[in-house]
Nanobody, 120 residues
């Protein structure tokens, strides 16, 4: 059974930093892209960032470019370093995996998410 487990969320003041982690299990995600996708209350899911299985290529949403960094240390482990956080970054952040490396929310496997709250 494939599972993606996120951790690292929390409450932080504007301008602060958080590091999210995602550990996947149940299969090896060689040749799978992994992504971070967020959903704020009352809003649709929003693509944040994605990385290829090799880690050589990445996508970022314009809203986080220059502030967030995605990385991947193993096929099954991905991180999201978030700096200069803003109140509008408040959302549940989901880790996702899929066979296509795309800058959208079309991923096959999803985690339950971790809450990130940025206070002003």
């Amino acid at each position: 059974q494939v599972q993606l487990a996120e951790s690292g969320g929390g409450l932080v003041q504007a301008g602060g930093s958080l590091r999210l982690s995602c550990a996947a299990s149940g299969r090896t995600f060689n040749n799978y892209a992994m992504a971070w996708i967020r959903q704020a209350p009352g809003k649709e899911r929003e693509f944040v960032s994605a990385i290829t299985w090799s880690g050589f290529s990445t996508y970022y949403a314009d809203s986080v470019k220059g502030r967030f960094t995605i990385s991947r240390t193993t096929p099954n482990t991905v991180y999201l370093e978030m700096n200069s956080l803003k109140p509008e970054d408040t959302a549940v952040y989901h880790c996702a995996a899929g066979s296509a490396f795309v800058p959208n929310t079309e991923y096959t496997y999803w985690g339950q998410g971790t809450q990130v709250t940025v206070s002003s």
